[in-house]
Nanobody
Framework: QVRPVESGGGLVQTGGSLRLSCTAP????????MGWFRQNPGEDREFVAC????????AYSDSVKGRFTISRDNVKNTVILQMNQLKPEDTGDYYC?????????????????????WGRGTQVTVSS
């Protein structure tokens, strides 16, 4: 099964920035809503942000609104999560997923069960 590949995670101090990238050679997601979620051990996968397939609609969790920005480049088959003003509570494994509804469905969702084709994740650690 082809999966997206997330990259860009790392260790950063509080207030710092990271830029996460999701790409998927062999898996087209240009016509699908894409989402970023994060998860810590023993916890449920938590919604972070999503973007509709044309990019006209985005949604963010309240905890990241104003600090994170999701964008996409459908030509490059890439979704970006720009994370600024990072906080220790942003620590976790970040995953991108492709919406199960589609293609060409204009939708946003905060429910991880609405997404599939998960990547293996990239780890983000924010030190205090």
């Amino acid at each position: 099964q082809v999966r997206p590949v997330e990259s860009g995670g790392g260790l950063v101090q509080t207030g710092g920035s990271l830029r996460l990238s999701c790409t998927a050679p062999g898996l087209s997601f240009a016509a699908y809503t894409m989402g970023w979620f994060r998860q810590n051990p023993g916890e449920d996968r938590e919604f972070v942000a999503c973007i509709s397939w044309r990019g006209e609609s985005t949604a963010y969790s309240d905890s990241v609104k104003g600090r994170f920005t999701i964008s996409r480049d459908n030509v490059k088959n890439t979704v970006i999560l720009q994370m600024n003003q990072l906080k220790p509570e942003d620590t976790g494994d970040y995953y991108c997923g492709r919406a199960l509804t589609g293609p060409f469905a204009t939708m946003t969702s905060q429910d991880p069960s609405d997404f599939g084709s998960w990547g293996r994740g990239t780890q983000v650690t924010v030190s205090s």
